[in-house]
């Protein structure tokens, strides 16, 4: 695994977005040495797109269009239309940055930022995306600042810029995919020995801004996880064990998916009016430690300077832009910095490089679902239950597993040729759980083993007992089953099996008669019954061949298989004390601790076992 990226998204304390407009020096100078003398080693820098290529249109009678020129009808001095002081600036910060041993991910078209617009005036009354006008001076900025910054030593990637997706409206995926295809190729025109990352938040599997596209196009994929914004997140306080798992379960989502490592870009509590300092400090912690054993390449904070005291707009527009820093208005460092700054020394003390982590299933989102929101209870379920799972899209090409998931499936679930596919996983030896929103599966009886007496577009909600826990459902399709070859598990409270299991070939088919994802979605205290027994029970061939297990619902593991030696990561998911309750039959004496301890793992920290 490559080194774990420790950053922050910057602009200057003094100046915000028009830190460049308002060039510091002496205050960059600074900012820099506090930042990297806290332990960072990465910053993602804004050359904000209206200040770099302050482009305008110059008409003539009748509203013609006679010619482009820079502000204050200056003839441009280079052909893409780049102001020459501000890439002289933009290079002496290069120089500062280096000097402090700081990496620079570049946001290259940065036309959004913080809930404003800064697109060039030429461009004002044209479609970001899809006027040529616009591609044209897009491509003409890559060419002059990727040309002319590319000898930098300082700059480790190229981020297609901060938010595109927000800057303007695509209205198909054809417009999002040939829009992020120019500028990437324009990209790598310029230099094709730097990393292209996304930069995109809020992407999607059916829609118009794509994950599996993204995962095409670019090197790098990102999620900017903030629970405040993003859906289903924030029904739980900060530090409690749905909303910690957040970021991590949205960064192996898009991984999984696009197939290409994802970078957690943007990560941020959302200051002071979501919680106190010291909980935001212990969020960054077992995000730090999550997302390096899952295998992200590393956490950015959102970001380093409050901004309480600027006065242009977006800060004078909207007040939960402001106190969003490590560092607050008197240059203090935040717990939140130092916390970061006690991750890096802990990193450099146990020099370990971590394996790739290994893959226990594969979770299959299937046609016209809450994709994340499935994704990210399902993440859940899997994590409790010891087993750390991947995603792919119905539609993608399957991955080799020994375990699939296929929840809370509606309507026509995937195509007939997907749907043969799994099955013939299945029929090899897989196992497969299924859960049941509205579906049609056809071949239903030979493949799960029930039949289907009626169905109804009637709610139903209830409670049922299972290996001595009781449990809550809720459904608004009631399938009435009989089994035939299947074996019930658990029955409704109406006496219908509502859990079940058939053999299929070699392999095993699970069925739950509810949407337990989708359900728990809406359910603010859902998780508080060992729902996660399920995906247990479903995945016991698995989880019956591993050397170690844990049994801690509130501590998730990763196991990373290397040459010489096998590790296991524990990270606490909650504001208590646990014990992993690591089960190792016969392995006991073979078991090294290199950090923490298991038994008493600390609140959101973690522990590493070699054996």
Not at 263 to 274: A, F, Q, Y
Request: net charge negative; proline share 5%; glycine share 8%.
């Amino acid at each position: 695994m490559k080194e774990f990226m420790l950053g922050v998204n910057y602009w200057a304390s003094h100046a915000g977005t028009d830190m460049w407009r308002d060039w510091n020096e002496d205050i960059v100078e600074k900012d820099l040495k506090l930042l990297a003398d806290n332990g960072l080693d990465v910053l993602r820098v804004f050359p904000n797109w209206r200040d770099f290529q302050p482009v305008k249109p110059v008409l003539g009678g009748g509203h013609s269009m006679r010619e482009y020129r820079m502000e204050n009808d200056q003839y441009p001095g280079n052909p893409c239309y780049l102001d020459e002081v501000m890439l002289e600036r933009f290079e002496r910060f290069c120089r500062i940055a280096d000097k402090n041993g700081l990496k620079l991910i570049v946001g290259l078209i940065t036309g959004w930022m913080s809930g404003r617009l800064f697109v060039p005036a030429a461009l004002y009354e044209k479609n970001i995306f899809t006027d040529p006008t616009a591609l044209f001076f897009q491509q003409l900025f890559i060419k002059g600042f990727v040309g002319r910054m590319k000898g930098q030593k300082a700059v480790c990637a190229w981020d297609l810029g901060n938010e595109c997706n927000c800057m303007d409206q695509a209205h198909k995926r054809e417009e999002a995919y040939s829009w992020s295809s120019v500028i990437v190729n324009a990209i790598k025109s310029c230099d094709q020995t730097r990393p292209v990352i996304s930069g995109m938040h809020s992407l999607e599997l059916e829609g118009v801004w794509n994950i599996q596209d993204q995962g095409e196009l670019t090197d790098i994929l990102t999620t900017h996880p903030y629970p405040f914004w993003v859906e289903h997140c924030q029904r739980t306080p900060l530090n409690s064990f749905r909303t910690l798992m957040h970021a991590t379960a949205q960064t192996q989502y898009y991984a999984s998916v696009g197939r290409k490592p994802c970078l957690v870009e943007e990560l941020g509590s959302m200051g002071p009016m979501i919680c106190e300092e010291e909980t935001a400090a212990d969020f960054l912690k077992v995000n730090l430690w999550s997302n390096w054993a899952n295998g992200s390449p590393g956490v950015l904070w959102w970001c380093a300077f409050d901004q309480t005291q600027l006065t242009a707009p977006p800060y004078d527009w909207n007040m939960c832009e402001r106190e969003l820093g490590m560092v607050d208005v008197n240059r203090q460092p935040k717990p939140s910095l130092l916390c970061m700054r006690e991750f890096k020394k802990q990193m450099d003390s146990l020099e370990l490089e971590l394996p790739e982590k290994q893959t226990d299933g594969v979770c299959i989102l299937s046609r016209g679902q809450a994709h994340w929101g499935i994704a990210y209870m399902s993440y859940i379920l899997a994590v409790q239950a010891g087993l750390t799972l991947d995603f792919a899209y119905c539609e993608q090409e399957l991955p080799e597993a020994g375990m699939y998931f296929l929840p809370s499936i509606c309507m026509d679930v995937m195509s007939k040729k997907s749907y043969f596919d799994l099955k013939k996983k299945v029929y090899d030896g897989a196992s497969l759980y299924i859960s049941m929103k509205d579906g049609f599966l056809t071949e239903f009886r030979e493949f799960t083993g029930l039949k289907v007496i009626t169905a109804e577009k009637s709610s139903r909600q209830g409670t049922f007992w299972w290996e001595e826990s009781s449990f809550a459902y809720r459904k608004p399709y009631h399938i009435r089953l009989a089994a035939e070859r299947a074996e019930v598990l658990a029955e409704d409270d109406e006496g219908n099996p509502i859990f079940s299991v058939a053999s299929y070939g070699a392999g095993k088919v699970y069925f739950l008669n509810f949407p337990m994802e989708e359900m728990l979605l809406e359910e603010e205290n859902g998780l508080e019954a060992p729902c996660y027994h399920f995906y247990e029970k479903a995945a016991e061939a698995v989880l019956g061949k591993r050397k170690i297990r844990k049994t801690n619902p509130y501590v998730g593991m990763t196991l990373h298989q290397g040459t010489d030696n096998t590790y296991a990561v524990l990270v606490n998911y909650s504001a208590e004390i646990q014990d992993a309750g690591i089960l190792c039959p016969g392995s006991e004496k073979t078991i090294s601790c290199l950090f923490g301890n298991v038994e008493q793992i600390e609140p959101f920290g973690a522990a590493i076992i070699r054996f």
